[in-house]
T-cell receptor
Framework: AQRVTQPEKLLSVFKGAPVELKCNYS??????LFWYVQYSRQRLQLLLRHISRESIKGFTADLNKGETSFHLKKPFAQEEDSAMYYC????????????FGTGTLLAVQP | NAGVTQTPKFQVLKTGQSMTLQCAQDMNHEYMSWYRQDPGMGLRLIHYSVGAGITDQGEVPNGYNVSRSTTEDFPLRLLSAAPSQTSVYFCASSGAPFGYTFGSGTRLTVV
């Protein structure tokens, strides 16, 4: 069964501290993994996708197929990073269902 | 391009009333989907469509109907609203190679 697990509902860090948002997945096949961000009461925005291997706003994520993980990392948190972060997966291709985790609220304290 | 447009942005319904949430996209995407967002539960897939005339159920389809008569539009119908349907609803469309684009959401309250 397809499943995305985000074990932390809330992660609170101080400005300048490193951040790691955890994501584990279950999927029979080769999934495509994403991180989406939702700032307060706004629409979801794509932050990262594993196939592009980009760094957006200082965030990176590496797909670890052995541990079935796709953790989101940033070395130095900023206050403007405070938002809800969702990990998601789909099968390869544009017409596969996108399955979300339950989300982690990142709160960056000044 | 407007991307994915959802209307209305806010709606209050009485239990038992019906309504349609509208979703339109102008990117010629084949795939469209509806999600509901609830605290602590993330986004759950309600219904999706892989093209005009084709729809299928997602994770939480009960109480909702959809149709896809054109590529652009994918309305979500609540036939008899219940308080359990109070939620924020997001429409999304997807087309290679850019992935999913989300609408701005509809905040629905059923009293």
């Amino acid at each position: 069964a397809q499943r995305v697990t985000q074990p932390e509902k809330l992660l609170s860090v101080f400005k300048g501290a490193p951040v790691e948002l955890k994501c584990n997945y279950s999927y029979s096949g080769s999934p495509e993994l994403f991180w989406y961000v939702q700032y307060s009461r706004q629409r979801l925005q794509l932050l990262l996708r594993h196939i592009s291997r980009e760094s957006i706003k200082g965030f990176t994520a590496d797909l670890n197929k052995g541990e079935t993980s796709f953790h989101l990392k940033k070395p130095f948190a900023q206050e403007e990073d405070s938002a809800m972060y969702y990990c998601a997966l789909s099968g390869l291709g544009a017409t596969n269902k996108l399955i979300f985790g339950t989300g982690t609220l990142l709160a960056v304290q000044p | 391009n407007a991307g994915v447009t959802q209307t209305p942005k806010f709606q209050v319904l009485k239990t038992g009333q019906s309504m349609t949430l509208q979703c339109a996209q102008d990117m010629n995407h084949e795939y469209m989907s509806w999600y509901r967002q609830d605290p602590g539960m993330g986004l759950r897939l309600i219904h999706y469509s892989v093209g005009a005339g084709i729809t299928d159920q997602g994770e939480v389809p009960n109480g909702y109907n959809v149709s896809r008569s054109t590529t652009e539009d994918f309305p979500l119908r609540l036939l008899s609203a219940a308080p359990s349907q109070t939620s924020v609803y997001f429409c999304a469309s997807s087309g290679a190679p850019f992935g999913y684009t989300f609408g701005s959401g509809t905040r629905l309250t059923v009293v």
